[in-house]
């Protein structure tokens, strides 16, 4: 046994590890991603206590930035939740933005809801077709996926790639909706609808399914606000919190649509929460295409924002803000500040300190898995070694973001 092997068996209790036996669960299994370990201490198949180890994706994130300006760190966002990466670009504009001051367009701010909506989608489609596969339903996990992958070609047609779009700018966006976005969102819409109709049909009353979700995984409103849980996790539990309705940011406070709330806390809550925040979802692109305004979607201060191609080839003071912008970066105010919004898992939250020069002095993420997965060894105890990998899912870790 390796002494990493050796630490993480530290944890669990002498007594119990002397009457159990010992497993690995990851990080060299199939559900674990390669970023996560589970040491599960059985009675049978009866879980007596389980150790949680985080780390295997570690990449420097945080650190990373700090060598790069204000605006390269977008890039750097993407790789967070890789399954939502629009919500990460949005949030992390959305600091830097509070930081200098600024107010960006209201079509700006209209688009930056369609977008973190249709990832938001995306995201619950892939913990939803997850879980139906770990308990053998493979059906529905086609499904999701058919249904995902029609959204991530609406998020490359908007944005030039599938899953490292980097879309958002400090001030705007890297360029507007193009033309025919409202056509491609309802071509995309019609799918999901009916796929999920198909995946309820099978999933929603099947008595097997029932079985193994209800009163598996549970954990109380109480016990999962001690945790520091956010987002649909938090929601199954009973817990009305909602960023975009509790702190509104961009133009939430504007739209009309319902916090989906659980009873038991348990897989089968989650897996309707999440279904229904799906159809929230709809409700929410429906009414930001109904109001949307015309007009620009990017500032115009070119301290901030890159000037057209054409005033950087015809006129000295282009050409300068163009230089500036990029040798130097976006010079922001010294001091500090803290933005969150609600990503496909709960609360993305970035916080950052400036110096006053065009480089972040020090950026930290709050990201909502590290939290989740905290809760997970309550959630185990006392289930069966069969129950962890769904209930795994139903938290739908992301890596990338755990370990940045």
């Not at 950052?352 to 309550?378: E, K």
């Amino acid at each position: 046994m390796s002494g990493n092997q050796l630490a993480s068996l530290a944890t669990i209790p002498q007594e119990i590890r002397d009457e159990s036996h010992i497993v690995n669960l990851g990080p060299s299994h199939p559900a674990m991603h390669g970023t996560v370990r589970l040491l599960v201490a059985l009675d049978g198949e009866t879980v007596r206590d389980i150790d949680v180890e985080v780390g295997f994706l570690h990449r420097g994130f945080e650190k990373m930035v700090e060598a790069g300006t204000w605006t390269q760190a977008i890039s750097y966002t993407d790789r967070l939740n890789y399954v939502s990466p629009l919500i990460n670009n949005v949030g992390y504009v959305g600091l830097v933005e509070k930081m200098l001051g600024i107010e960006i367009t209201e079509r700006c701010k209209y688009a930056r809801v369609f977008i973190s909506e249709i990832s938001r989608i995306a995201d619950h489609l892939t913990a939803t077709g997850a879980m139906s596969m770990e308990l053998g339903g493979f059906t529905p996990f086609l499904w999701a996926m058919q249904a995902r992958e029609e959204f991530y070609f609406l998020i490359e047609f908007i944005t030039g790639a599938r899953v490292t779009t980097s879309y958002t700018r400090v001030g705007g966006l890297r360029w507007d909706l193009p033309e025919g976005w409202q056509e491609r969102y309802f071509a995309a819409e019609k799918t999901l609808l009916r796929l999920m109709a198909d995946i309820e049909a099978l999933l929603t009353r099947n008595r097997i399914f029932i079985d193994r979700c209800n009163d598996v995984g549970v954990i109380s409103g109480e016990e999962a606000l001690a945790w520091g849980f956010t987002g649909p996790c938090l929601r199954a539990s009973g817990v009305d919190w909602d960023l975009r309705k509790h702190a509104p940011y961009l133009v939430y406070d504007r739209l009309d649509f319902d916090v989906v709330i659980g009873h038991k806390g348990d897989n089968y809550d989650r897996y309707l929460v999440r279904l229904e925040e799906i159809r929230q979802s709809v409700k929410i692109i429906r009414q930001v295409i109904r109001d949307i305004p015309d007009g620009p979607v990017n500032i115009d201060d070119y301290r901030i924002i890159l000037p057209p191609k054409d005033d950087v080839y015809n006129s000295i003071e282009g050409m300068i803000a163009h230089f500036e912008l990029i040798m130097k970066g976006i010079q922001v105010p010294p001091g500090e500040a803290y933005y969150a919004v609600e990503g496909g898992n709960g609360e993305v939250g970035f916080y950052a300190v400036s110096d006053g020069s065009g480089y972040p002095y020090r950026l930290h993420v709050r990201p909502p898995c590290f939290a989740l997965m905290q809760g997970l060894r309550d959630m185990t105890i006392g289930g069966l070694l069969a129950d962890i990998i769904p209930t795994f899912d139903t938290i739908n870790m992301i890596g990338g973001e755990i370990d940045r």
